[in-house]
């Protein structure tokens, strides 16, 4: 069985403890260490979980925040949010199919 994944991302916490509320502080902060983002770039860093970050950003990050990765990203086991039948178990392989025939009545 694989095991799912899932992150939190604290950024715009770490931001706060620091007294930044505006993303658009970080855009100079950012640049100022060789990452160039736009401002929209920044917001949707800010709000939304990244998909993917590059390890300058997320050195720059820690730099600019004085924390270490772990305080940005929080990896955790995902919840099974699959539904499994009454009695089933994972280890139990499903029925094998059936073929159905359709038969007409004799006259």
Not at 22 to 32: G, H, Q
Not at 43 to 51: D, E, H, K
Not at 63 to 72: A, E, M, S, T, V
Not at 84 to 96: C, F, I, N, Q, Y
């Amino acid at each position: 069985m694989t095991r799912k994944m899932s992150y939190q991302w604290h950024l715009r916490r770490r931001m706060a403890e620091k007294g930044m509320y505006a993303t658009t502080d970080l855009v100079p902060l950012l640049a100022e260490r060789g990452v160039h983002l736009s401002r929209e770039q920044v917001f949707r860093l800010v709000t939304q979980l990244p998909q993917r970050l590059s390890m300058d950003t997320l050195a720059a990050l820690c730099d600019i925040l004085h924390c270490q990765p772990n305080d940005l990203i929080q990896v955790q086991a995902a919840k099974d949010r699959g539904r499994k039948a009454v009695g089933a178990t994972a280890a139990t392989p499903p029925p094998p199919a059936r073929r159905s025939s359709i038969r007409r009545p004799e006259r």
